[in-house]
């Protein structure tokens, strides 16, 4: 089994950056994704890459303004966030896919962190 733990996130003001690693321990990574969830509403998908890096996957929200990147032989995914919004508010997570595909469904993964918080202030 895979522990992932992130770590990263912070109270910014609109237009700052930040970016947030999930270290892992255990398993061999996988495909690997960022979710988030604000307070009232589902956890949806933002940001996926496969293991070699060589495919990554956006939500049409963060295009453009977030970046996944990972480094695996450090076991850890970072997401990097530029340009935050008010509606990028919320708590983030990584997670690792089932399988090797990216996915934004997240029933396709098995095993999450604890979430780090995001707080955009205006």
């Known amino acids: 089994q895979v522990q992932l733990a992130e770590s990263g996130g912070g109270l910014v003001q609109v237009g700052d950056s930040l970016r947030l690693s999930c270290a892992a321990s255990g398993r061999t990574l996988s495909s690997m994704a960022w979710f988030r969830q604000a307070p009232g509403k589902e956890r949806v998908f933002v940001a996926g890459i496969t293991y070699s890096g060589g495919s990554t996957r956006y939500a049409d929200s963060v295009k453009g303004r977030f970046t996944i990147s990972r480094d695996n032989a450090k076991m850890t995914v970072y997401l990097q966030m530029n340009s935050l919004k008010p509606e990028d508010t919320a708590v983030y997570y990584c997670?690792?896919?089932?399988?090797?595909?990216?996915?934004?469904?997240?029933?396709?993964?098995?095993?999450w962190g604890q979430g780090t918080q995001v707080t955009v202030s205006s």
């Open positions: 997670a690792r896919a089932r399988s090797p595909l990216v996915t934004v469904d997240p029933a396709d993964f098995g095993s």
